[in-house]
């Protein structure tokens, strides 16, 4: 892609957001468009898969802070009615050339210009630094990839292998990449030798622009490969299998490194992140690495004590509650919570909860009154009653 159709192109429009959109605004557009657009929602339809690769390359630019900043630059520089790449403004060059920025900020003026500035600012957008015309084909990482995943509670405490089924673009399975039909081979471009560019001297300015034959690549494909058009990638759908770690959080990512798409010139991929949604438990919770469960109990059972048999997520263990145990109470089972990477385990916290039952019958009844007159004599809220008695005093 050359630098006018890099800045020419409305990233923040493509996403439907505003130009100053936070960071989580922009994700959250990206993630709702991304699900409406996948191709696997909208099979055989090519306008969404083409609506789908340009939400993708937005996001690319905007959901990474470093290119961002520069995308928000390059356009403000050049992107209103100034010199810009692919024409110099209203400087009359004639015949539609475009300013060289390499040789006016890299080259002949670095003394000047001190170097970088605007020359470093396009080379991290467009694969130019420093103004070298043969590092247009410099290797270039690819853009990373998110998904996600849903795992049930008892998944994400243990750990799970999932399957993951992606359509992304991703090196081309036909031509490996070259772009060119299988038994042939790309071959440098005459025109621009290589360099992708084309240059040529107009009075003290020199001026160049992407080479139209090879369309900035440097490299002619004259038979191209029937999948992917000679473009050397390709939207297809795999299937990897992730291991989720044991003891993963709501809405936290996995990282698979080189697993998003691929790169440019023979760059690095993309990284791969999954972000993993847990489904809540109906019995437990989970305050960190301790998993926590509420066990009702009855007043009898807290006064007089009991053994209690409290599940757990490997079975079931025997819980000792102590006569004259409050309601609220807190019990500690070492060694039954979420093991970590280190190998260190959480403990299973058990709340009591006194149950009050809704109905009776006469039988309970009585019993309860003989036990009210039995405890007339006790005072449950003694603080109380102290406060109630000193304010109602003269």
């Known amino acids: 892609m050359s630098a006018r159709d890099w800045i020419d192109k409305d990233f923040y429009h493509e996403l439907g957001v505003p130009s100053d959109a936070g960071d989580a605004e922009i994700k959250k557009a990206y993630r709702k468009l991304a699900r ?7 099979p055989g339809n090519a306008q969404a898969e083409a609506h789908f690769k340009a939400v993708s390359e937005a996001y690319g630019v905007l959901g990474d802070s470093e290119k961002r900043k520069q995308y928000d630059e390059a356009r403000r520089v050049f992107g209103s009615g100034g010199f810009r790449p692919g024409g110099f403004g209203g400087f009359g060059t004639g015949g539609g050339s475009t300013f060289d920025f390499g040789d006016l900020f890299s080259g002949q003026q670095a003394g000047a210009a001190g170097g970088g500035g605007i020359s470093d600012l396009l080379g991290n957008l467009f694969g130019r630094r420093g103004g070298t015309a043969g590092s247009t084909n410099r290797p270039r ?3 990373d990839v998110e998904t996600e995943v849903r795992l049930d509670f008892v998944e994400a405490v243990k750990g799970a292998t999932v399957p ?24 440098t471009c005459a025109t621009c030798g290589g360099a992708g560019l084309v240059s040529r001297s107009q009075g003290a300015f020199a001026f160049s622009e992407p080479c139209r034959d090879c369309r900035g690549t440097g490299r002619i494909v004259d038979d191209p490969c029937p999948e992917c058009g000679g473009d050397g990638v390709s939207t297809r759908t795999r299937t990897l299998t ?12 996995i990282r698979l490194a080189e697993q998003g798409e691929p790169g440019a010139g023979g760059g690095h991929a993309g990284d791969l992140y999954v972000r993993v949604h847990v489904t809540p438990h109906a019995v437990f919770g989970r305050s960190g690495n301790d998993l926590t469960i509420k066990v009702p109990v009855t007043f ?41 990477r280190d190998g260190q385990v959480g403990d299973l916290l058990v709340t009591l909860q006194v149950a009050v039952p809704a109905t009776m019958d006469d039988k309970a009844k009585a019993a309860l009154a003989e036990y009210l007159t039995a ?4 005072d449950p809220r003694p603080d109380l009653t102290a406060m109630l008695e ?3 005093q003269p």
């Open 36 to 42: 409406e657009l996948h191709p696997d929602a909208n």
């Open 141 to 143: 990482r690819g853009a």
């Open 164 to 187: 993951l089924r992606l359509s992304s673009p991703s090196t081309c399975g036909t031509c490996h990449g070259s772009g060119a039909k299988p038994g042939t081979s790309p071959h």
């Open 242 to 253: 992730v291991r989720i770690p044991a003891g993963v959080n709501d809405d936290q990512r």
């Open 300 to 340: 009898p059972e807290l006064a007089l004590g009991t053994t209690l048999d409290v599940p757990t997520l490997d079975g079931k263990v025997s819980l000792r509650v102590a006569p004259g145990t409050a309601s609220g109470r807190v019990l500690r089972v070492r060694g039954k919570g979420i093991a970590r």
């Open 375 to 378: 405890t007339s004599g006790h």
């Open 390 to 392: 000193k304010r109602s």
